[in-house]
């Protein structure tokens, strides 16, 4: 059974820190997405990472693919109050069927 | 740009009763995907429909059921509710013909179980 795990589960941030989340899977997996959830909304897609050394940036947000590790890590640059959300990593063992972490809580403080 | 519609989007049913939940997804789109998530809980995947046809299935309890439509709309109907039932339930799509596995939310449909 494919197990995500995502860490830290919470982070209270400083504006213009950079911090780290991240998302460990337990098998081989086809591809990882992120997602940002704000409360009560749906889930807005951030990336799609389809293969090892994978790296995308948007913003202030970059997310990166390890397969061989199978990690990725979500970095946030200089944050600021508008990221404050819930992040999810989801992984795919096969087309469509996604497994997500438990999400983290981020909080962006002035 | 048209996105994934769901309707309703808030739902209140008493226990025993059924619902039926509806996704209209992008236009172009093939394939259909359920989630559900309960308060403070990440989405579970529930099932998912390729071209009309059961793709994959989750943890979906046996008094749901699902199906795709020939114009690839997608209902989820629900019987026996149940209390722990409540969550949001989400309809994504994506174009698995076009090799495009990203998957569009739509907004959700609240339904909350008395």
């Known amino acids: 059974e494919l197990k995500v795990e995502q860490n830290p589960l919470f982070l209270s941030m400083q504006e213009g820190k950079n911090y780290t989340i991240y998302c460990n899977y337990s098998?081989?997996?086809?591809?990882l997405y992120w997602y940002r959830q704000d409360p009560g909304k749906s889930l807005e897609s951030l990336f799609v990472?389809?293969?090892?050394?994978a790296v995308k940036q948007e913003g202030r947000l970059m997310a990166s693919l390890d397969t061989k590790a199978r990690l990725s890590t979500l970095h946030i640059t200089a944050a600021v109050h508008d990221l404050s959300a819930t992040y999810f990593c989801?992984?795919?063992?096969?087309?469509?069927?996604?497994?997500f972490g438990d999400g983290t809580t981020l909080t962006v403080k002035p | 740009a048209a996105g994934v519609i769901q309707s309703p989007r808030h739902l209140i049913k008493e226990k025993r009763e059924t619902a039926t939940l509806k996704c209209y997804p992008i236009p172009r789109h093939d394939t259909v995907y359920w989630y559900q998530q309960g308060p403070g809980q990440d989405p579970q995947f529930l099932i998912s429909f390729y071209e009309k046809m059961q793709s994959d299935k989750g943890s979906i309890p046996d008094r749901f059921s699902a199906q795709q439509f020939s114009d690839y709309h997608s209902e989820l109907n629900m019987s026996s509710l149940e209390l722990g039932d409540s969550a949001l339930y989400f309809c994504?799509?994506?174009?698995?013909?076009?090799?495009?596995?990203?998957?569009?939310f739509g907004p959700g449909t609240r339904l909350t179980v008395t």
């Open positions: 994504a799509s994506s174009s698995r013909l076009a090799g495009d596995y990203e998957q569009y």
């Open positions: 989801a992984v795919d063992i096969h087309a469509g069927k996604s497994t």
């Open positions: 990472l389809l293969s090892n050394g």
């Open positions: 098998t081989t997996s086809d591809r």
